[in-house]
């Protein structure tokens, strides 16, 4: 039971712990994520509908490119997408990611998001 708790602990250590530029600790986080229908244009420049994940990230540590993903589901299906973005140390960042597939009939839309450094994900 101890070893399973400390095998536990250390696993949380090292998801939670990484390194950035310089080899310095790393924390970042996302601080608030925000889901809304929202229209826009598609690649051909056509209106379309869809949803807009909005998720503000803040960057605690040393300076580093983080990798934030985003995954939108909903009774539709489900779809990821990803941003690379260089956070300067104390630095609060809006990033933004537009789902064009769901349709106004879609139910039960969720989503989440991830950050971690470059190269961990």
């Known amino acids: 039971m101890r070893s399973r708790m400390i095998r536990m602990l ?11 530029e310089g080899g310095a600790p790393w924390d970042a986080r996302v601080l608030l994520v925000k889901t809304e229908p929202q229209a826009f ?22 300076r580093g490119v983080f990798v934030v993903t985003a995954t939108l589901s909903c009774s539709e299906g489900e779809w ?3 941003r690379t973005v260089l956070l300067e140390n104390e630095q609060t960042d809006e990033v933004k990611f537009a789902f064009p597939q769901p349709t106004l009939s879609a139910q039960d839309v969720k989503s989440r998001v991830g950050i971690a450094p470059e190269g961990e994900r």
Not at 41 to 62: H, I, L
């Open 10 to 20: 250390a696993f949380a250590l090292l998801f939670t712990v990484g390194q950035s």
């Open 41 to 62: 244009a598609d690649a051909r420049g056509e209106p379309d509908f869809g949803y807009m994940v909005r998720a503000t990230v803040q960057n605690r540590g040393t």
């Open 80 to 82: 990821a997408s990803k």
